[in-house]
Nanobody, 121 residues
């Protein structure tokens, strides 16, 4: 069972930045694409960004393009989500996930426990 542990969430003001990290226990992490999702209260879990196993290919949800950057460090089994120019509508619990390569949460196998990001206006 792969374990994913997110960290880095917090309370910030609009316009601030945060970087989330996810540590994976996956033995074959360097061969596994990764994704970030988020879920706001009362809403469904939604796709944020994904990154290929090599880190070369990335894909973002439209509302975060140009503000968020996904990256990974395969030597340390880490995937990051750098979030800039944060907006109140970015407020959500953020989850990392592995095992999938799509925008659908159903395609992903393992999930972290999530980290809360709250952006005040």
């Amino acid at each position: 069972q792969v374990q994913l542990v997110e960290s880095g969430g917090g309370l910030v003001q609009a316009g601030d930045s945060l970087t989330l990290s996810c540590l994976s226990s996956e033995d074959t992490f360097s061969g596994t694409p990764m994704g970030w999702f988020r879920q706001a209260p009362g809403k469904e879990r939604e796709f944020v960004a994904r990154i290929s196993s090599s880190g070369i290919t990335t894909y973002y949800e439209d509302s975060v393009k140009g503000r968020f950057t996904i990256s990974r460090d395969n030597a340390k089994n880490l995937v990051h989500l750098e979030m800039n120019t944060l907006k109140p509508e970015d407020t959500a619990v953020y989850y990392c996930a592995d095992g999938g390569w799509s925008i659908s949460p159903r395609d992903y196998t393992s999930w972290g426990q999530g980290t809360q990001v709250t952006v005040s206006s």
